[in-house]
Structure formats: C-alpha cells, structure tokens
C-alpha cells in the first residue's frame, strides 16, 4: 500500500474542525478558519469519520495537496 502523507505533515494534526447546529461544517488550519462544507458535502464529510482518517479527509475537502502532481504516473 501506498504510503499517503510521505513527508509526515499531518501528523502535527494542524487541521481541526466544528459541526454547527444548522449542519454546516468549519474546517480550520492551525486555528484559521479555511472553509465551510453545507448541505450534502458536510454530510459526506462526516460519514465514516474516524481519529484515523480525519486529517486525511479535512486536507482533501480543503485542496491542501492539490499542487498540480496528483496524477504523477497516472495515464489520462
């Protein structure tokens, strides 16, 4: 299996974030406030969210790791 996070970032865990009551869903970076997920995609979000892969999902939901090298290898 691929290791995913190779240079060991989100193990500082620097994201976090909070459920409001209306749904929505605030994710912040070191205490700043990056984005809000509503309706379908805080649900989606949520679903199956564990300690394992929570900085994972919040750094994908985020773009963190979209740097332009996601497809590396890959054949299109």
């Not at 620097?14 to 809000?36: C, L």
């Amino acid at each position: 299996m691929k290791k995913i996070d190779k240079r060991g970032r989100l193990q500082e865990q620097p994201f976090t974030f909070k459920e409001a009551a209306d749904g929505k869903v605030f994710i912040y970076w070191h205490g700043r406030q990056v984005t809000i997920l509503k309706d379908g995609m805080a649900e989606r979000f949520l679903q199956g969210l564990t300690d394992e892969n929570a900085q994972l999902r919040m750094a994908r939901v985020t773009g963190n790791f979209k740097r332009g090298n996601e497809r590396k290898g890959e054949q299109t």
